[in-house]
T-cell receptor, first 113, second 113 residues
């Protein structure tokens, strides 16, 4: 069974640009979560999507946004990139009734110059 | 008190020894607890979950939970160099109702041959 997939693996942008990151969940999972792992800060929750709706968001500014498509894949958009947005962005998925059991994809490493 | 706390390490053990990793959490309503392993430059991999007080064994791994003390631990028996990684403890926020997991900052384990 295929795991969570993410693309691209690496992304280099400059300050002020926009970044788009993509995630496909494990087959059968409808919930998708986005986390940021910046150096020294640990994993921080960004967003939770289920059935196409945003269910919860973490303590991040509105320039972090996303969506979930009918096939349950998801996109994370980061507008007006800042240097401190450089991090590993991780997508996880779960069954909605077992949302605490989350499986992570390989991540997208974003570097903002 | 931080929501999920772990000793950052590094924890160094010789090959074949038992590695003991500890985690404390603040949310008394938490009912499920997770251990992830993260190799350097990779994404977290779910290795253990535990829901009831006591021990849960899976191969060389044993998770121990004490809800009264708000303490969960992971023991790795017969440690191997391939176990060298950062181990993350995770707890669902507000019992899972918010969707996201709260992660500790992780304990870095080094197993010396």
């Amino acid at each position: 069974e295929a795991g969570v997939t993410q693309s691209p693996t690496h992304l280099i942008k400059t300050r002020g640009q926009q970044a788009t990151l993509r995630c496909s969940p494990i087959s059968g999972h409808t919930s998708v979560y986005w986390y940021q792992q910046a150096l020294g800060l640990g994993l921080q929750f960004l967003l939770w999507y289920d059935e196409g709706e945003e269910r919860n968001r973490g303590n991040f500014p509105p320039r972090f946004s996303g969506r979930q498509f009918p096939n349950y894949s998801s996109e994370l958009n980061v507008n007006a990139l800042e240097l401190e947005d450089s991090a590993l962005y991780l997508c996880a998925s779960s069954f909605v009734m077992a949302r605490e059991t989350q499986y992570f994809g390989p991540g997208t490493r974003l570097l903002v110059l | 008190q931080k929501e999920v706390e772990q000793n950052s390490g590094p924890l160094s053990v010789p090959e074949g020894a038992i590695a003991s990793l500890n985690c404390t959490y603040s949310d008394r309503v938490s009912q499920s607890f997770f251990w992830y392993r993260q190799y350097s430059g990779k994404s977290p991999e779910l290795i253990m979950s535990i829901y009831s007080n006591g021990d849960k064994e899976d191969g060389r791994f044993t998770a121990q939970l004490n809800k009264a003390s708000q303490y969960v631990s992971l023991l790795i028996r017969d440690s191997q160099p391939s176990d060298s990684a950062t181990y993350l403890c995770a707890v669902p926020r507000y019992g899972g109702s918010q969707g996201n997991l709260i992660f500790g900052k992780g304990t870095k384990l080094s197993v010396k041959p």
